[in-house]
Structure formats: C-alpha cells, structure tokens
C-alpha cells in the first residue's frame, strides 16, 4: 500500500512569515513528487516538482527532498494572505513510466493579515 | 501545460441513473487519468486511460461502474452508471504532458440524491 501522509493542519501563519508543509511517503523505490495548490470549490494547481535530493526554489516556493527519510517538504517565503489554500503533496509510483500518483491528504493553510 | 475542460460542470442526479463525463485537452496527451475527490478528503485515482488501450483502473474501481472511453489523443469520458447517493463527489480527469506533470481539469461536481 503506497501512503503519502501530510498534517491536515490548518497551520496558521501570519503574513510575510514562512509557511513550511511537510509530507513523508512509504514508497521508497519513488522517484518524482509534487506539490499542488487547491483552492476551495477549485481543481488542483501544481506549483512544484522535485526529483532530485536537496533543495528546488521557484520564486517564494522551495521544495527540499530528503529521499533517505522519505520525506519531502515545501516552504513559502513572505506568505500572503492569497497563499491560503490546500497544499497536496503527491508521490508518484515507482516503475518506469507510470505517471500514476499518490496524493496526501492536504494540508490547509492560513496566512492571517 | 494544458488547457483541460470538462462536461458538465456539475449535475444533480437521481439515483440508479448514469452520468457521462467528458474531458477534453486542448493538445495530443498519451496519458490521461480520471480522479474521484469526495468532500473534504484528496483524490483517488480511479482509472488510466491511454488511447488504444483498455483503460487500467485501481483497486476499488470496477469497469462496470466506471466505464471509460478513449477514442482519441485529447478527449476522454468517464461514465458513473447506476449512481447511488455514495456517488456523490468531485470528479477530474488530469493529463501528463510529456514532462511527467500533471494537469487537472476544473471538475465535474456530482451530487446524487
């Protein structure tokens, strides 16, 4: 059974503070994983992907990868009050080419003005 | 990415009925995928639909409840026969781009009463 845990939260942080969303996975033969951004009542938005291990950073979002401990995080720097959203962390199946993915839970997260 | 609708946006339903769902891209996709988000959890990939190929689906899902067409590179219908109110969700269909990322479609709400 391939897992991918998140914390439901919400986390609550104010604005311009650093908002850091965590997720561990039980796949270990894994190889790609992602982040997407889910607004309420809306699809989901993918916002970043990290292959590799150690840092990726896109403009105020930086994905870090520690394959080792399965884990895999994401920080937003200055968080704005239009960050407030569902973070889904999603892991796809080990195996050449199946694109299959596995999504978390989601965590909800607030930036308070 | 990919420029992704989906047929109807919503639709209420009575139950023991079948709702056909499209999902059409605006660029040739090999991989498409159909995800079932009910209320307040992730999403649960239900099936991948190549073109050429029999659709794959997931433990859980069974080709008579979801039966899925692929006639073509960018366009794709989930089917949800016999609907009970346990039917009641958010269905998207996603495409892999060729860069092994993901992209949804806004979703199809189903309420079944």
């Known amino acids: 059974q391939k897992e991918v845990e998140q914390n439901s939260g919400p986390l609550s942080v104010p604005e311009g503070a650093i908002a850091s969303l965590n997720c561990t996975y039980s796949d270990r033969g894994s190889q790609s994983f992602f982040w997407y951004r889910q607004y309420s009542g809306k699809s989901p938005e993918l916002i970043m992907f990290?292959?590799?291990?150690g840092d990726k950073e896109d403009g105020r979002f930086t994905a870090q990868l520690n394959k080792a401990s399965q884990y895999v995080s994401l920080l937003i720097r200055d968080s704005q009050p239009s960050d407030s959203a569902t973070y889904l962390c999603?892991?796809?199946?080990?195996?050449?080419?199946?694109?299959?993915?596995?999504f978390g839970k989601g965590t909800k997260l607030s930036v308070i003005p | 990415s990919a420029v992704i609708s989906q047929k109807p946006s919503r639709d209420i339903c009575q139950r023991g009925t079948s709702l056909t769902i499209q999902c059409q891209v605006d660029?040739?996709?090999?991989?498409m995928f159909w995800y079932r988000q009910q209320p307040g959890q992730s999403l649960t990939l239900i099936a991948t639909a190549n073109q050429g190929s029999e659709a794959t689906y997931e433990s859980g899902f069974v080709i008579d409840k979801f039966p899925i067409s692929r006639p073509n590179l960018t366009f794709s219908t989930l089917t949800v026969s016999n609907m009970s109110p346990e039917d009641s969700s958010i269905y998207l269909c996603s495409v892999e781009t060729g860069y092994n990322e993901q992209f949804f479609g806004p979703g199809t709400r189903l309420t079944v009463l």
């Open positions: 999603a892991v796809e199946h080990s195996g050449a080419g199946s694109y299959q993915l596995t």
């Open positions: 660029s040739q996709v090999t991989m």
């Open positions: 990290i292959y590799s291990n």
